[in-house]
């Protein structure tokens, strides 16, 4: 039992990027907050094309 437990290989070689998890937490905030901007600037225009339609121009 404790000759299979010598035999397994141990990986110390792989590099760890102490930044990658910071780096990859503002991209998806960003992405995020971009795609929510461009949902606002959408509704807002939705909603200003319909104010324009329902305004009485013969004022």
Avoid at 22 to 32: A, C, G, M, Q, Y
């Amino acid at each position: 039992m404790a000759e299979d437990k010598s035999d397994i290989d141990v990986d110390d070689d792989f590099e760890t990027d102490g930044e990658a998890p910071e780096t990859v937490e503002p991209v998806v905030s960003k992405t995020n907050l971009t795609k929510r901007r461009l949902i606002d600037n959408m509704l807002e225009e939705r909603r200003l094309k319909r104010q324009i339609s329902e305004y009485d121009f013969d004022l």
